[in-house]
């Protein structure tokens, strides 16, 4: 039986520490730019493009990784 700790992160290439930093450091920019899209809809003059950045940055990284794993998983010989 898989070990439910480790076989995702396993799938994508990871350790589950690596795993674990990554994902919390992905949850804590979305909270983040959520909390500050809130924030824009009582008050929008502030933080008129944080919410729009930080979903580029996010979806940006999230690419790199997909690109990543998917190439170690399906390398072209």
């Not at 909390?35 to 929008?44: D, G, Q, R, S, T």
């Amino acid at each position: 039986m898989a070990n439910p700790f480790t076989r995702h992160p396993r799938q994508v290439g990871e350790s589950y520490a690596q795993h674990l930093v990554t994902a919390a450091g992905f949850g804590a920019l979305m909270m983040l730019g959520g909390l500050c899209v809130i924030v824009h809809a009582l008050f929008p003059f502030l933080f008129e493009h944080t919410g729009s950045r930080t979903m580029a940055k996010l979806h940006k990284r999230m690419s790199k990784r997909v690109d990543r794993v998917n190439w170690e998983r399906h390398p072209i010989i």
